[in-house]
Structure formats: C-alpha cells, structure tokens
C-alpha cells in the first residue's frame, strides 16, 4: 500500500475547498487491489482514505465522491459507533453509507463503482443512523441477517475483522481538523459549527481566508474555548437539517445541559471603534456556536435592559452607535448569571465593580488608550493591539 499527494489526481471545484483543507490533514494510500473501491481507517490518530488505483487513474468526479464519502465517514467519526456485535456493526454502517449518500456524497455518480447504499435502495426513512438503528433494533419483523446480505458487498467486513479498526481512536477527526481550522482562523463556513447561521455572514465565512487574524482576537477565541463548559451535546438528531458546504453535514448541538451565557458587555463612549467590536462580535460568534453555547451582547451606557443574540453584528453594531457611554459595570453583573461568561469591551474609564457574585472572573477587553486602574485584580485582560493595518475580513 502506497502513500500519494491526491492533489495530483484530483482538481477541486472553488466550492469543494473545505474538501482540500480536510484532505491536507488525511494521508491518502492506494494499490491495484483492494477488498473495496475504497475505505478509511485511523493510523496512529491521523485519518487514512484508501482509493483503489483504479479510481485515481480515473479521478474526475468519481474519484472527488469517493474522496467526500471516506471523509463523511470520517466526518461522522462512525468508527466511534462501531460497538458490539459485528452484525449490529455492519447494519450501522450500511445505514451510516445511506445518510453520506443523502447528505454528503452524490450517490447518482457513485453508482457507476457499484452498488450503493441510499435510504432509498434500503426502503428507509431519511433520518439519522442512529435513530433508524435505534427503531430497526425495536421492530420484531426486521431481518438483519437479509438486510446484511442485500445491502453490504464490501468483502472488508469478511477480510478484516473491524474491531482493528475501532479500537484505533481517530484522534484526529475531520471535526477536530474544522476545530483546528476556526482556532488558526480559517474561515470555514459558519453552519461547520453547529448549524446555527448568522443573519450577515451568508457566504463572508466560506472563503479560506488567509490568516491574518490580530493576536487579541486569537486571545478572545482561545480564552473562550478554554472556559466554556464542555456540556455540549453533539447529536445527529438535527441531521438532515444541518448542511455544511452543500455536501456534508455536521453533527448538530442538541440543547446543551450547560446553562452558561456567553454575555459580552460593550462600552458604547464615542471612542469606541466599531471596527474592533465587529472583529470580537465575530470572534465571539464563532467560538459560542462552536460550542454550543448562547450569546448575547449588552450595552452598558448606565441602563442594560437590552440584549441582543451575539450573532446579530449588524444589529448590535447599529445599536452600540445609538448608545452613550456609561461609567458603571455594575448593572451588567447585576443582570447575568453568576456562572455566565462575561466579556467586557471598554476603555477602563469605570466605577469600582463588585464581582464576588460571578463564578469566574469577567474578561477586559481593552481599547487601545486604555486605563487598568478599575479593573478587578483576578480579571483577565486582553487589549486590542494597536498596530493592525494589514488585517482585513474577509470578504
Ligand atoms: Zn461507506
């Protein structure tokens, strides 16, 4: 078995590029023969794709749906699913075939290699593996052994026994590689997070854009990342709901156990630039719908009634302008949950604040003329970096 670069023998359209970045962190093998036209499996926590030489000879688009229905695989990380008895493994993974060829790959170019599992070709609802697995164990009159026998041809399943593969975690997931991407800046579409869109970032967030992000914003994104509960429940249940890039899905969030807000807190003094509160809006975006978390934006001008969801930058962008400056934090904290993350963006020009209510210490956010002097001693403090001529967003 041969490692290749597939950039070689594949040319993807502008709108596969998420393709190609998943596909740098894969390794891609192939050789002349093969128990199917092609697999994946996990290498020391890296994810393989197998192709069949015959398919990269060939490339076009067969070999691009062959590329995104591994990848959905991966993508799925279904290998995680693949408990129990090999009978149950093999029904989950004709039913995992049946949503990539609903969701991900395009099965009508995928028939050509063979024959191809569709919800449809298997007399099955659209609806997530799980869930049908879930039913299908429930109904009496279901036959697994003619459902196993019609509907999986891949002679992997009677080579190799799949537990080699399972017990090889995928540490390095497709969706830890659109993680990876959002933390080094990427702008991978937004509904890759958890299928919630903003009401202005339609198409902005599909360019894969160089990174040019400023170093405060990274410490906006990494501090959020490392402070959220992790209480996020990724489930399927949101699936066929929740496309990414037209050709594949990401798991949704269910409602998340965490009762956590995200709540950032602007100052609206005429000094404050717009520019920087739109670059931590997105900042903030990203990372609350990454984590499946809720977001708000307040304004502290002295009344803080008003909150608007974070994902609304426009909106909070036209309402910060409408606002006077305010020199009292207190009815911010007054107003959020004692364990809600709380982000203030101001110039440090306040009043003492009493925090002994908040679980965690709010983060600073400040202005490039900024004073610290009221600002709580265990409070984090990220300032804007002044010297950013060169970062532009993304368009
Ligand atoms: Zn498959």
């Known amino acids: 078995m041969q490692e290749i670069d597939v950039n070689k023998y594949v040319k993807f359209k502008p709108e596969d ?15 002349h023969e093969a128990q199917a036209p092609a697999y994946c499996f996990a290498e020391r ?6 192709i069949l030489k015959k398919y990269l000879i060939e490339g076009g688009q067969v070999l691009v749906e062959l590329l995104k229905h591994e990848l959905a695989h991966g993508y799925f990380g279904h290998l995680r699913y693949m408990k129990g008895k090999a009978k149950d493994r093999q029904v989950l993974n004709i039913l995992f075939d049946c949503s990539i060829h609903v969701n991900a790959a395009d099965h ?3 028939q050509t290699v063979g024959d191809i599992c569709t919800y449809k070709s298997c007399n099955l609802p659209v609806l997530p593996p799980q869930v049908i697995y879930d039913n ?23 080579q190799k026994p799949i537990s080699d593969l399972e017990h090889q975690v995928i540490k390095h997931s497709i969706q830890q590689a659109m993680e990876d991407a959002v933390r080094d800046g990427y702008g991978v579409p937004i509904d890759m997070g958890s299928g919630i869109g903003t009401d202005s970032a339609e198409g902005r967030d599909l360019i894969m854009a160089k990174d040019t992000t400023p170093q405060w914003i990274h410490d906006i994104q990494k501090y959020l990342l490392d402070t959220i509960p992790r209480h996020k429940n990724l489930s399927w249940h949101r699936e066929p709901r929740n496309p990414i890039g037209n050709y ?17 807190a602007i100052d609206c003094s005429y000094s404050m630039e717009q520019k920087y509160i739109e670059q931590a809006l997105n900042a903030i975006t ?29 909106k909070i962008l036209r309402t910060a302008k409408s606002r006077g ?13 004692p ?13 003492h604040i009493d925090i002994s209510k908040m679980t965690r210490p709010p983060v600073f956010v400040l202005t490039p003329d900024h004073s610290t002097y009221a600002i709580p001693k265990a409070s984090p403090i990220i300032p804007v970096s002044k010297h950013e001529d060169d970062w532009t967003e993304p368009v």
């Open 17 to 31: 590029h998420w393709l190609s970045y998943q596909l740098d962190r894969c390794k891609v093998y192939t050789d």
């Open 45 to 50: 926590g890296v994810f393989c794709i197998f």
């Open 108 to 110: 009508t170019v995928l």
């Open 136 to 158: 299908l164990k429930e109904d009496k009159s279901f036959n697994q052994d003619m459902f196993i026998e019609n509907n999986l041809s891949d002679e992997l399943w009677k």
């Open 248 to 264: 594949i899905l990401t798991k949704g969030h269910a409602p998340t156990s965490s009762n956590s807000k995200c709540v950032f």
């Open 286 to 314: 990203h990372a609350t719908i990454k984590e499946g978390i809720e977001g708000d934006a307040m304004f502290f001008d002295n009344s803080t009634s008003e909150r608007i969801p974070i994902q609304l930058t426009d």
């Open 325 to 337: 400056g305010g020199t009292s934090l207190q009815p911010v904290i007054n107003a959020v949950e």
């Open 339 to 351: 364990n809600d993350i709380v982000i203030f963006y101001t110039d440090g020009y306040f009043n």
